[in-house]
């Protein structure tokens, strides 16, 4: 990819999905114009050439630094202990200089990392799709999968605390106020046209859990946290408190992960571990984008035959544009209060030896909205 095309590329991270990040915002402008800074995002393997990429090498690299006891004036601008401050006409100039300085770090950090699925507001959409698949089955029991997993936090999904209130008049809806009080809450905005939350009956029993990557994160390496907190907005404090509430958690639970080469190979492996009478659930979100165009073909045929040949279910969130590269029959909905849309899949067999799928909700790429299908 030219450089102008990588400046290009954070224009439009700037325009699109940045509204509530003004100081990412500012910088992807200003990244935008200097072509030097833009072009160390070239250091990428091609499927992770992404903007994001570049700004959680920033931010892991102004972490770095406060931790070594170091304060440039950059991170005065992250909000890493307190206040931050806002963006100004001193930003370019600080920023520059702590390219200048931090440029070989940056190049390899680019080169080497990937961004993470580390997200649990995502939870919040997850935890009534299981229900919806108790009440639809009346079976309980389920094991669960996550492709993708970096740390494994979304494992957790029926440990985290949830709050669904009304998008209308912020009245609460439906809570799990009763789980652990040590667990992070997520509160979850329900849009108008929302399918009310399923009954507290329809409860799902999770009786394994696994999780699959290429490079799945240790919960317990200090610094491999870093770099999943470096990959969160740094202007979303809520986000990093509940993170950092559910790596205290994750540390206590243990929860398996495995490192794999194939994602369809591990997913093929892991069926084979799954008792009788257990419903198989695997679940994706914001990964396929990650896979070049036949590598996605692969995976999705590969998991539309386990679902049909074992009876599994497949629950992919991915932004809209990138499921309807495989399934171009995906509805589109206009009732999306910014561009951070999620479309959330339910694969499941259909008694044939086919499946079917359906749009089960459509989302915020973080958890902050919902519009549950009826």
């Known amino acids: ?5 990588l400046q290009r590329q954070f224009a439009r991270f700037a325009e699109n999905s940045l509204q509530d990040e003004p100081l990412y915002r500012a910088i992807a402008l200003l990244v935008s114009t200097h072509a030097d800074w833009a072009a160390l995002l070239g250091a990428a393997p091609a499927t992770q050439r992404w903007a994001r990429l570049w700004f959680a090498a920033l ?4 972490l770095a630094d406060v931790e070594a006891g170091e304060r440039p004036p950059l991170a005065a601008y992250f909000p890493v202990a307190g206040d931050a401050r806002p963006p100004d006409a001193a930003l370019a100039q600080h920023l520059g200089a702590f390219i200048d300085a931090h ?3 940056l190049r390899d950090a680019i080169a080497t990392r990937s961004t993470q699925t580390n997200e649990i507001g995502r939870c919040a959409v997850l935890w009534p799709l299981l229900q919806d698949l108790v009440a639809d089955t009346g079976h309980p029991r389920m094991a669960l999968l996550d492709v993708g997993c970096s740390a494994g936090l979304n494992l957790g999904v029926d440990r985290w605390r949830y709050r669904y209130v009304d998008d209308a008049s912020g009245s609460t809806l439906a809570t799990t106020a009763d789980r652990d009080p040590a667990a992070p809450e997520i509160t979850c905005r329900l849009l ?3 399918r009310a939350p399923a009954s507290a009956g329809a409860t ?3 009786v394994s859990r696994q999780g699959i990557d290429l490079a799945p994160v240790d919960v317990g390496d200090a610094r491999e946290v870093r770099w999943l907190r470096a990959c969160l907005w740094p202007q ?3 986000r990093r ?3 950092d509430a559910a790596v205290a958690i994750a540390r206590t639970q243990h929860w398996p ?3 794999v080469s194939d994602a369809a190979a591990g997913v093929t492996a892991w069926l084979a571990t799954v008792p009788q009478g257990v419903t198989p659930v695997v679940f994706n979100s914001w990964v396929l984008a990650y896979f070049d165009a036949p590598a996605l073909r692969r995976h999705v045929d590969a998991m539309q035959a386990l679902v049909a040949a074992r009876g599994a279910v497949w629950i992919s969130a991915e932004e809209p544009a990138q499921s309807r590269t495989w399934w171009p029959a995906l509805p589109a909905r206009a009732q999306e209060p910014d561009g951070n849309a999620t479309s959330w899949i339910v694969t499941r067999a259909d008694g044939r030896g086919g499946v079917v799928q359906h749009l089960a909700a459509t989302a915020h790429a973080h958890g902050h909205w919902m519009l549950r299908e009826g």
């Open 236 to 238: 979303d404090v809520e």
């Open 204 to 206: 799902p029993e999770i």
């Open 257 to 259: 992960l495995r490192r």
């Open 59 to 62: 931010h892991d690299c102004v």
């Open 103 to 105: 440029r070989d770090a």
């Open 1 to 5: 990819m030219t450089t102008d095309k």
């Open 192 to 194: 108008a046209g929302s």
């Open 241 to 243: 408190r509940r993170f």
